[in-house]
């Protein structure tokens, strides 16, 4: 069973500051990772995702995550953000084919960018 | 835009009554699942269905069920709803296969009084 810990429950940053939100998972295989961004009363819309190959993965709006297998993290960055990534950010896991399709979610982190 | 739709987006139910909620899928997508999101929480796996059967489901009682149609739409049924079934439902569609990147719609937000 794969489970997510999202450290941070909320992460206040100033606009045009740089930002980590950081993700942690645990499994005994191989998986998939995911970042999900919702904005308020919306669903979740893929931000990026690391299925296998170059452990830094870029994703829209400027996003990027970096995958580290020894420390089983897929922290989430950006160089600079902006008061429109004012949203909550989940980060998901997914075992390999064969072994089910479901995500598993952590409990997301509240990014709120202020001016 | 996902092209993930959902109907309706509120509801608003009393305990012990039946709710179902639609989902109507991504084209050209063969897979739906469907999740639970309660307030100030990630979403839950409820169940996914693979060219009209079922093919996983998470730690939910059977008064949750669905049924995925031939043209690859979806429902979720909930019986007999509790207090805490109050959440917002998610669809997700994908191809299905190896990869399987699920795209989600904006959600139906249920809430039993």
């Known amino acids: 069973a794969q489970s997510v810990t999202q450290l941070d429950s909320q992460v206040p940053v100033f606009e045009e500051a740089p930002v980590e939100l950081r993700c942690n998972y645990s499994?005994?295989?191989?998986?998939?990772l995911f970042w999900y961004v919702q904005y308020p009363n919306q669903g979740l819309q893929l931000l990026l995702k690391?299925?296998?190959?170059?452990?830094l993965v870029k994703g829209i709006n400027g996003f990027e995550a970096e995958f580290n297998k020894s420390q089983t993290s897929f922290h989430l960055r950006k160089p600079s953000v902006h008061i429109s990534d004012t949203a909550e950010y989940f980060c998901?896991?997914?075992?390999?084919?064969?072994?089910?399709?479901?995500?598993?979610f952590g409990t997301g982190t509240q990014l709120k960018v202020e001016l | 835009e996902t092209g993930v739709t959902q109907s309706p987006t509120h509801l608003i139910k009393t305990r012990g009554q039946q709710v179902t909620l639609r989902c109507s899928s991504q084209?050209?997508?063969?897979?739906v699942s469907w999740y639970q999101q309660a307030l100030g929480q990630g979403p839950q796996f409820i169940f996914q269905?693979?060219?009209?059967?079922?093919?996983g489901r998470g730690n939910f009682p059977p008064r949750f069920s669905g049924l995925q149609f031939p043209n690859y739409s979806s429902e979720l049924n909930v019986n007999a709803l509790e207090l805490d079934d109050s959440a917002l439902y998610l669809c997700a569609s994908s191809f299905g296969g190896k990869i399987n990147i699920q795209y989600f719609g904006a959600g139906t937000r249920l809430s039993v009084l």
């Open positions: 998901a896991v997914r075992g390999p084919p064969g072994g089910g399709n479901k995500l598993t």
């Open positions: 690391y299925l296998s190959g170059s452990t």
């Open positions: 084209s050209g997508h063969n897979t």
């Open positions: 269905y693979y060219r009209e059967e079922e093919n």
């Open positions: 499994s005994s295989v191989s998986v998939y």
